[in-house]
């Protein structure tokens, strides 16, 4: 919201939380021109509804919503998995509203109100993921397309199945590994956490993320990122095996490889330096 | 050498590199006093040196350096591993010559003459690795534990055995880990590396290091590098057997426990900011 106000993309910012105390806390927000206390009120009268909850609980956030939205208004959303809320939202819309999810690769390990900036969309990736059955209209699409470029991403088309493994392997799997490698050195002595270096704090920092927000990603999206960690457990042991087998040569053309993806990935992320 | 230079650390600072083309930039370095075609020159008349090679050429240098190496002079270096580098060491240093391992965790992907830097540094953890047997003469330990915390680091005394297993959890295994997601990635479309977030740039980044300075610490830290990626493997086993059985409590324990680990180690890490 502040992004939309900073930028001039609205004329009037309507915020609704489940939470009361974000809804206080809104009321006081210069970005912020009025405050409701259900979905549907806070929808009535929109051209564009932003639905950020986590993914599990967009369809019933929407169905709330439902008896406030007006012909014509359009919906998109911020949810990281893709499939099964583009299906789900259709059962809860009514006639002559238009649904056209996103995914902005915004964000951090941090969530809440105190963490929101006007700047979050800089540079960032956006998925613009319209379902096939049944098909959205185009003036739809490009308008959700439209609004999000607007906030300064770099906005990519995708069907939702397709996102979905993507994004398995680009974010939900990353979080994983990272999650892994933390919950390992969770059972090691506490002091073994001052010992590491720049490449530990790195190497973990998504695993501080929101565990609900995770678990309904993972949940949502439980078959793609189940491919994606298999996959990655076949890579470990194919270097364990080399490992032990003392096939030096093995784990550096492994080394190798992975470096030679990795090198050119912050220009092609061409993201913000943090 | 920089930060020796920068903290006024050295009345004259002597270099050597493997390189000729390292050697003949040195020169033209206001931190150089002199550059030298061997070890053994670079080492005569030295109080302190610095091994500043790969974990799997520190002894091979030192016995190049040793006939240079006078009485009384206190040797240390910078490898990533400890444990056989400490056992090597000694049987090529000369009589009245002591040998104090260290490993500054400082340092990026990136390596060579062109990233070096005088606040390399500042805050970091160094490990200061004495060998038990024989036994290193008290005052050489705290002169080489004085130095390195002149030079900014928080230095930890371990026994090279302790450091190698710590390092195989906090650094060692977190590289194997970001090499193996970058190489599962390598295989998929390369419009691929376009579409991630901030996440899978921090989670990969230390794979874009140097390929031949892993494989070194991977063959010399070899037993508990085994043993780390093992206990990985079993994390994700456990996370991936509670992702199939749909048990998404178990997933959500696993979780919190990795937020728990990580949430706090930003503070105790207390890294500058980069």
Redesign the interface.
């Known amino acids: 919201m502040q992004a939309a106000r900073a930028r001039g993309l609205a004329g009037h910012l309507a915020a609704w939380s489940r939470s009361a105390g974000t809804r206080s806390r809104c009321v006081a927000q210069s970005w912020c021109d009025s405050v409701h206390e259900t979905p549907e009120d806070c929808v009535r009268g929109a051209a564009l509804v932003v639905v950020c909850v986590p993914a599990d609980r967009i369809a019933d956030t929407l169905a709330l919503a439902a008896p406030g939205l007006g012909v014509g208004a359009l919906v998109t959303d911020v949810g990281s998995t893709k499939g099964h809320v583009c299906e789900a939202v259709q059962g809860v819309l009514p006639e002559g509203v238009a649904f056209v999810g996103a995914h902005p690769?915004?964000g951090?390990e941090k969530s809440g109100l105190e963490h929101a900036r006007a700047d979050l969309f800089e540079g960032?990736?956006c998925?613009v993921t319209p379902q096939e059955k049944p098909p959205v209209p185009v003036e739809a699409i490009e308008a959700v397309a439209h609004f999000w470029a607007a906030l300064g991403t770099r906005v990519?088309m995708f069907s939702p199945g397709v996102h979905d493994r993507?994004?398995a392997?680009?974010?939900h799997?990353?979080?994983?590994?990272?999650?892994?490698?933390?919950?390992?050195?969770?059972r090691?002595p506490l002091e073994?956490?001052?010992?590491?270096?720049?490449?530990?704090?790195?190497?973990?920092?998504?695993?501080?993320?929101?565990?609900?927000m995770?678990?309904a990603i993972?949940?949502e999206n439980?078959r793609q990122?189940?491919r994606?960690?298999?996959?990655?457990?076949a890579?470990?042991?194919h270097?364990?095996v080399a490992?032990?087998a003392?096939d030096?040569d093995t784990?550096?053309a492994?080394?190798?490889?992975?470096?030679?993806?990795?090198?050119?990935?912050?220009a092609?992320?061409s993201?913000p330096v943090?």
């Open positions: 690769m915004a951090s960032r990736v998925f990519v993507v994004v392997h680009t974010s799997l990353p979080h994983l590994a990272a999650a892994a490698l933390s919950v390992l050195l969770q090691k073994w956490r001052r010992l590491g270096g720049p490449g530990l704090r790195d190497t973990t920092r998504v695993a501080a993320g929101d565990p609900l995770w678990r993972v949940q439980r990122v189940l994606a960690l298999e996959d990655y457990q890579e470990l042991e270097l364990r490992i032990a003392e030096f784990v550096q492994f080394l190798v490889t992975g470096k030679n993806w990795r090198e050119h990935l912050d092609e992320l993201l943090t």
